[in-house]
């Protein structure tokens, strides 16, 4: 039997934990906000060198993120692409 590709594996994962959010499973956000915070907030602060409008506009993205996550069945019903940065 033939294993999966990493990067496959990888997308299955984050498609899994993105329909555990969904269902508001905070445990689930946890594990996504600890994996991404910190490389988005260096992404933003990258693009703004200001590390406070980074925090700002990192924690708002994923309050949002929060607050619309009834809506991410529609985007992992699609083709989707991990997000890096």
């Known amino acids: 039997?033939?294993?999966?590709?990493?990067k496959d594996?990888?997308?299955?994962n984050e498609k899994a934990?993105?329909?555990t959010?969904?269902?508001?499973?905070?445990?689930?956000?946890e594990v996504l906000f600890y994996s991404?915070?910190?490389r988005l907030k260096g992404f933003i602060c990258d693009l703004l060198?200001?590390?406070e409008e980074a925090e700002d506009i990192s924690q708002?993205?994923?309050?949002?993120?929060w607050q619309n996550r009834t809506r991410?069945?529609?985007?992992?019903?699609?083709d989707t692409v991990p997000i890096s940065f």
Request: avoid cysteine; charge should be positive.
């Open 9 to 12: 594996m990888k997308l299955e």
């Open 17 to 19: 934990l993105i329909r």
């Open 49 to 51: 060198q200001s590390p």
């Open 72 to 78: 991410y069945e529609l985007i992992i019903s699609k």
């Open 36 to 38: 991404y915070y910190p």
């Open 60 to 65: 708002d993205i994923f309050t949002t993120l």
């Open 21 to 29: 959010i969904a269902e508001g499973n905070t445990k689930s956000f």
């Open 1 to 6: 039997m033939q294993s999966k590709p990493k």
